[in-house]
């Protein structure tokens, strides 16, 4: 069986790609670090290493047939070196560099839609960095760039759901019309785990985006419904919005970023769905998916 290393395995998308890597006769390896192997929800062969710890990953590399980079962030610890530099261009650069010297051709990374020069977000722009990181190296790569991931253990539908759980009334922004197209987290890990031995993928960036399209607004009254309410919504103003983030967007109470916030309002969907034709994979429908885990 072929050998597959995972970086990011302990987060919500690696489980699910180290699952869906088990289902379909790979064997996973997860990088880990030292205290966060219990984070493992399914079977994989522990590697200790670190993205941005170059002897560790080259050491983590040896003997693989691919590796599957998810290492990503949405929010910033800088205290903890947590930062969209180093999680998203330093730890691709790493990654890439890596393989490379240590003959791993394959290379499956996970980028995110939106991704360009060009962005306003530093969350784009960094990812757009470990890109140009992953494609300039000589590998056999493919580049996937994710709409908004949700699944039973994701922190955005839950979150919201969590809030709507202790209040009839809940607020969003400006008049929340901004379009999303979620897609479900088993999707993404079938994905990434197909394109392994797709030689169709190789030197291509895929956008991957769910069936269906939702705004802001709407997905609020899906999970309002799925929960059996019947919440008021009331519209906030985007420069109170702006102001609040202004002053509390930095702390780690604070449920939303700037990033975060011009993420939401650029809107997050797709009009490529090729990746899914050439992997033969057929989209989970958001409402009846949501409906399956959220309570």
């Known amino acids: 069986m072929k050998k597959v290393l995972v970086t990011g395995a302990t987060g919500f998308v690696g489980n699910a790609v180290i699952e869906s890597l088990n289902r379909h006769g790979y064997t996973p390896y997860a990088l880990v670090r030292r205290g966060s192997e219990k984070k493992l929800v399914h079977p994989a062969i522990e590697l200790y290493g670190d993205v941005l710890d170059h002897v560790s990953l080259s050491k983590a590399m040896q003997g693989m047939d691919a590796v599957i980079h998810l290492v990503g962030i949405i929010r910033e610890f800088p205290q903890k070196w947590i930062t969209f530099e180093n999680m998203h261009s330093r730890a691709s650069e790493n990654v890439a560099s890596a393989a490379a010297e240590n003959g791993v051709k394959r290379l499956i990374h996970m980028s995110a839609n939106g991704t360009r020069e060009n962005a306003v977000s530093m969350y784009h722009i960094t990812k757009c960095r470990g890109e140009n990181a992953v494609t300039s190296k000589g590998l056999d790569y493919t580049i996937f760039r994710p709409s908004l991931i949700y699944g039973p253990q994701d922190t955005f539908i839950n979150m919201l759901a969590g809030f709507m759980k202790k209040t009839p009334v809940f607020s969003y922004f400006g008049d929340g019309s901004y379009p999303m197209q979620p897609i479900y987290v088993q999707d993404v890990a079938d994905c990434f785990v197909k394109a392994i031995d797709t030689p169709e993928t190789i030197g291509k960036t895929y956008s991957l985006c ?64 090729s990746a899914f034709r050439v992997l033969g994979i057929e989209r989970h429908r958001l409402e009846e998916t949501v409906r399956s885990y959220l309570r």
């Open 210 to 273: 769910g069936p269906d399209v939702v705004s802001y607004k709407g997905l609020l009254k899906m999970i309002s419904g799925i929960l059996g309410r019947n919440h008021l919504l009331l519209p906030v103003p985007e420069i109170f919005i702006k102001a609040a983030i202004g002053m509390f967007g930095k702390t780690d109470w604070f449920p939303i970023t700037k990033d975060q916030f011009i993420m939401l309002t650029e809107g997050n969907v797709c009009d490529d769905d």
